[in-house]
């Protein structure tokens, strides 16, 4: 199984996606069609599922992302919520005077059965 | 003739940091964005301002950009691109941001538009939440991926009502106009 990795701009975040079950998702995400983004992000997922690693962690450092997002990104929770043999970990941080991403993060948290961390640090 | 001195004071007098008429690009949306965030980052302000004014623009100007695709216009090109082009304007005031937009809509669309905006006013601050969370997991994905949300998450994260207004243009078109305001918060750092 390949890693995923694709390169941040100013309106995608980077992603690295690892077969150890290392998965990284950081930067912006505000492009104004995030469907085509997203779509190779769900694949690879979909293809890990087929021999997930014991322990999967997902490391979510977003500082900015649209509403067109935010349903894609709902997405890959909800992917990852279908995946078994796996414990996974969805680590959500957010800058500590961010309340809006610490907020958005709840959300998430409120609809995916996955136990999510939430971590304030002081830059992202 | 158009003044351009009187347009320049009125715009120095109402502190607009960017204004643009036109249609909204994909190209131009990056622009925009990349030069209110110099220009919030030149003037000091907080982080944490920076970023709820960032988060509303990119809403507001990305619901202008999707918009552009809502209605088909038939006639001479220019007429077209008339019809299509917005109204953006960033004012940095003492106390607050604001964000002012106006594009044209056909009138039959104005009903819809008016509740929808009128729903959202209703709501405090959890009830907000709650249509966030309701809309986000209908399972309802629009091409343009944002599925109805972008109102609701600018009403939220500016904390503030959505001012509007619309303008009867003809039978065929109205004109919009969404005004936000995003106060602005002591910089403590």
């Given amino acids: ?124 | 003739m158009l003044d351009i001195y009187d347009l320049y004071k009125k715009m120095e007098s109402n502190k607009i940091l960017l204004s643009f008429k036109g249609a909204i690009t994909s190209e131009l949306l990056t622009s925009i964005l990349q030069i209110v965030e110099t220009r919030m980052e030149e003037l000091q302000d907080s982080n944490k301002e920076r970023k709820k004014v960032f988060n509303v623009l990119v809403e507001i100007l990305q619901n202008l950009y999707h918009h552009i695709d809502d209605f088909e216009v038939e006639g001479p090109v220019e007429e077209v691109n008339n019809i299509k082009s917005s109204i953006f304007m960033i004012s940095r005031l003492t106390d607050e941001y604001k964000i002012v937009t106006g594009n044209y809509l056909l009138t039959e669309n104005v009903v819809k538009l008016k509740s929808r905006i009128d729903h959202i006013n209703s709501l405090d601050r959890d009830g907000l939440k709650l249509l966030y969370k309701e809309t986000l997991n209908n399972g309802e994905i629009s091409l343009k991926g944002g599925g109805g949300l972008g109102f609701i998450d600018i009403a939220r994260k500016s904390g503030q009502k959505l001012d509007y207004n619309f303008i009867n243009i003809d039978e065929k078109y109205s004109f919009f106009t969404l005004i936000v305001r995003i106060e602005k918060v002591n910089k403590v750092k």
């Fill in chain 1, 1 to 124: 199984m390949e890693e995923l990795k694709i390169e941040g701009s100013a309106k995608t975040p980077t992603i690295e996606f690892n077969a150890s079950g290392d998965l990284l998702l950081k930067g912006r995400s505000i492009p104004e069609n995030s469907i085509e983004f997203y779509k190779p992000i769900l694949d690879w997922i979909e293809n890990y599922g087929d021999s997930p690693k014991d322990k999967t962690v997902v490391n979510v450092q977003l500082e900015y992302f649209n509403t067109s997002s935010s349903k894609c990104i709902l997405d890959v929770f909800k992917k990852l919520e279908t995946l078994s043999g796996t414990d996974i970990e969805i680590n959500w941080y957010y800058e500590e005077d961010d309340e809006d991403m610490l907020e958005a993060g709840e959300d998430y948290q409120a609809i995916i059965d996955i136990p999510f961390k939430m971590i304030e640090v002081e830059e992202l």
